[in-house]
């Protein structure tokens, strides 16, 4: 028995060790304006700033009193939490989604809520501080120092901060000699000699910015043909094996056969090829809800007779891979008609074939539904399907939990699939040759 057991592979999806670069500077100089300029010339899918303004400690009565007769230091590095920040950062590192702090200037506190950030492509941290705390600086992989002449400084601050944080001129000029420009001496400046690279004049000095750009894409680029290298390496160890006992294909009875007849000729009509792919959808989530978690439950019959049968044991919920996924959403209704459902757009990169997610809208507290059906109808090399469980995943889901649903698949990507989750079960309707065009969807809604 011990011989047939599969090794579990190893996967890294693409936003696992996140490019993080860090831009410090005193406050106002241009530190926010440099990163969003980095982000408009990088055109990528998700590219985060991430404002260390968010690790404000909360305040205590005390200091919550002084922080609005503008006498408490913000900029001091004891203001800010940087045990919360180094945690955030070692999460979206390692490819987990981060919850990051909201913090009200105008409350001086903490707000209750969070923001989630989850696989970005890149993530910009800027700060007074970015380059300050040694934790942080072993997670960067470059780091800028933006620097400005005082006077610009204090009167953007004074700008930004009448505007934004509802202070006064008075409480401004007060905290900038009290507390901004000691601190900057103390604590800011001394953060230039660790810095990969300074940048005068902000986001004015276009041959800094031009260095920036190279480097981050040359990063990219370089982690983008080690995760397809890497893919393509997991297709080849996994080729000879046997499908897993995870993998359900359907039986193929006359009348399932004679539905594929009809979806696979491609003289069948727009009518008639929705009408029967929903029909053999159905039967595919009919045989996934086959894997959901079921208690006996006795009724009571309308002829009064007691039924000793079966009842599903906690919710049941739905992640739709765009746009191809769609296609199964009739036939998810069919059996679930209150199913509660995400949504995953994962698209392969047309300059390098990797691929990328894109959008992602999860249901509240999927990490505690019963089952998670993910619905794609078409399965080749497996990248996506790996890519889409690999999210379920990170957010809380156990893999004993998810049933990937889909109609043609194709025997490597069925091996890669359950080669890196091995409790993942496959419920599948034909196996097919390893690469085919997706062509279901285009089908199915006619473009």
């Known amino acids: 028995m011990a011989d047939t057991v599969i090794k579990k592979a190893h996967y890294s999806p693409p936003w696992q060790d996140v490019c993080i670069i860090g831009i410090a500077g005193s406050s106002g100089s241009g530190k926010s304006t440099l990163s969003h300029a980095i982000v408009s010339q990088l055109a990528l899918p998700w590219v985060v700033i991430l404002s260390m303004d968010s690790f404000y400690k909360p305040l205590n009565a005390e200091a919550s009193a002084k922080a609005f007769r503008n006498e408490y230091d913000f900029d001091s590095p004891s203001a800010v939490d940087f045990d919360v920040l180094v945690d955030r950062l070692r999460d979206l590192k390692a490819g987990k989604r981060a919850e990051i702090p909201i913090y009200s200037?105008?409350?001086?506190?903490?707000?209750?809520?969070?923001?989630?950030?989850?696989?970005?492509?890149?993530?910009?941290?800027?700060?007074?501080?970015?380059?300050?705390?040694?934790?942080?600086?072993?997670?960067?992989?470059?780091?800028?120092?933006?620097?400005?002449?005082?006077?610009?400084?204090?009167?953007?601050?004074i700008l930004r901060d009448i505007a934004e944080r509802g202070r006064d001129i008075e409480g401004c000029i007060k905290q900038w000699f009290e507390y901004v420009k000691p601190n900057f001496e103390t604590y800011v400046e001394p953060q230039k000699k660790v810095t990969d690279i300074i940048v005068p004049r902000g986001v004015e000095n276009r041959v800094a910015i031009t260095m920036v750009i190279q480097y981050i894409e040359s990063k990219l680029k370089a982690k983008s043909a080690s995760h397809r290298a890497a893919l393509k390496k997991l297709g080849q160890s996994s080729e000879a094996n046997a499908l897993s006992d995870k993998v359900f294909i359907l039986e193929e009875t006359s009348q399932l056969k004679g539905m594929n007849t009809i979806i696979q000729d491609v003289?069948?009509?727009?009518?008639?090829?929705?009408?029967?792919?929903?029909?053999?959808?159905?039967?595919?989530?009919?045989?996934?809800?086959n894997n959901?978690?079921?208690?006996?439950?006795?009724?009571?019959?309308?002829a009064g007779n007691q039924y000793n049968g079966l009842v599903s044991t906690g919710a049941v919920s739905a992640v739709v891979i765009l746009r191809a996924g769609s296609t199964m959403e009739n036939g998810l209704r069919r059996v679930i008609p209150d199913c509660r459902t995400g949504r995953l757009l994962i698209q392969s990169n047309i300059r390098n074939g990797e691929p990328e997610l894109h959008y992602l809208k999860l249901p509240e507290d999927i990490e505690s539904h019963q089952s998670v059906l993910l619905l794609d109808p078409q399965m080749s090399s497996g990248g996506?399907?790996?890519?889409?469980?690999?999210?379920?995943?990170?957010?809380?889901?156990?893999?004993?939990?998810?049933?990937?649903?889909?109609?043609?698949?194709?025997?490597?990507?069925?091996?890669?699939l359950t080669s890196v989750f091995p409790e993942v079960k496959v419920v599948v309707c034909k196996i097919v040759p390893d690469y085919e065009e997706r062509w279901i969807e285009k089908r199915y809604f006619g473009c």
């Not at 380059?131 to 470059?142: K, N």
């Not at 995943?393 to 091996?415: C, P, Q, S, W």
Request: glycine share 4%; charged share 25%; aromatic share 10%.
């Open 384 to 416: 996506a399907a790996l890519m889409a469980v690999q999210v379920l995943v990170d957010h809380g889901v156990a893999e004993k939990k998810i049933v990937f649903v889909t109609y043609l698949a194709g025997r490597m990507g069925l091996n890669r």
């Open 292 to 302: 959901a978690l079921f208690k006996e439950k006795t009724v009571e019959t309308s």
């Open 267 to 289: 003289d069948t009509d727009t009518e008639d090829f929705i009408f029967y792919f929903d029909r053999l959808a159905t039967l595919l989530v009919e045989h996934a809800m």
């Open 105 to 157: 200037f105008s409350k001086h506190a903490r707000e209750e809520a969070t923001t989630s950030i989850y696989s970005p492509h890149v993530l910009i941290l800027e700060g007074i501080f970015a380059l300050y705390d040694p934790r942080v600086l072993e997670l960067l992989d470059m780091k800028i120092f933006c620097e400005a002449d005082a006077d610009t400084c204090l009167s953007r601050r």
